[in-house]
């Protein structure tokens, strides 16, 4: 069974500062997805970032990159020049390549951005 | 429409209703999921739509749930006798094609409390 573990529950930064977001996951297969969503207070979760899982080359997406380690099963996520607008819960996840099935989330974690 | 709706968005019930959750997918969109979010934690799969066809209920966590969506577009989650544990924000999510790198659209979610 595939996990995905996000180790902090909260974090706080100050505006403009750069913040990493720590996820981890396990599975044995071998071609698989991950991504970042964000939620807001709003309840509405909303993709921020995507990486397939054969690609090395890490994803970018304007102010927000990850650090995927595929041998390491890590895929954190960060994010330059903090605004504001960035608080929210964000929750990484994953998602088998070779079949059509469900996207697992981890627990989340509760990024402030303080003025 | 121009986003996915879901109604109520605030849902009371007491213990032993029966409740049911509506979800409005993007116009087109051919595949519709249900997840469960409890408070604090991540969302968790329920259940997976192509057009009409229900293609994975594995995730629903009894027989007291019951998803439908009988003419491939609106989709209606019923929870029969709710219990306290039901208690959880309910969000429906859609995609174009059901391809498995496609983009997942969320509705802000229906969050029920049962007293």
């Known amino acids: 069974a595939q996990t995905v573990t996000q180790s902090q529950p909260e974090m706080s930064v100050q505006e403009a500062e750069t913040v990493t977001l720590s996820c981890t996951y396990d599975?044995?297969?071998?071609?698989?997805?991950l991504f970042w969503y964000k939620q807001p207070p709003s309840r509405q979760m909303i993709l921020v970032i995507r990486?397939?899982?054969?690609?090395?080359q890490n994803a970018t997406e304007n102010r927000f990159s990850v650090n995927f380690q595929k041998a390491a099963k890590s895929f954190s996520l960060k994010i330059s020049d903090s605004q504001l607008g960035d608080t929210a819960m964000y929750f990484c996840?994953?998602?088998?390549?070779?079949?059509?099935?469900?996207?697992?989330f981890g627990k989340g974690t509760r990024l402030h951005i303080l003025p | 429409g121009a986003g996915v709706s879901q109604s109520p968005r605030y849902k009371v019930a007491k213990r032993g209703q029966d409740v049911a959750l509506r979800c409005d997918p993007i116009?087109?969109?051919?595949?519709l999921f249900w997840y469960q979010q409890a408070l604090g934690q991540g969302p968790e799969f329920l259940t997976y739509?192509?057009?009409?066809?229900?293609?994975?209920k594995s995730g629903l966590p009894s027989d007291r749930f019951f998803a439908e969506r009988p003419e491939g577009s609106v989709s209606t989650l019923k929870i029969q006798r709710t219990q306290q544990e039901d208690s959880a924000v309910y969000l429906c999510?859609?995609?174009?094609?059901?391809?498995?790198?496609?983009?997942?659209?969320f509705g802000s979610g229906t969050q029920l409390s049962v007293l």
């Open positions: 599975t044995s297969e071998n071609n698989y997805y």
């Open positions: 990486q397939e899982a054969y690609k090395q």
């Open positions: 996840a994953f998602m088998p390549r070779d079949r059509d099935d469900k996207i697992i």
């Open positions: 739509f192509q057009n009409e066809a229900q293609l994975d």
């Open positions: 999510a859609s995609s174009l094609l059901g391809g498995l790198f496609e983009k997942l659209f």
């Open positions: 116009s087109g969109h051919v595949s």
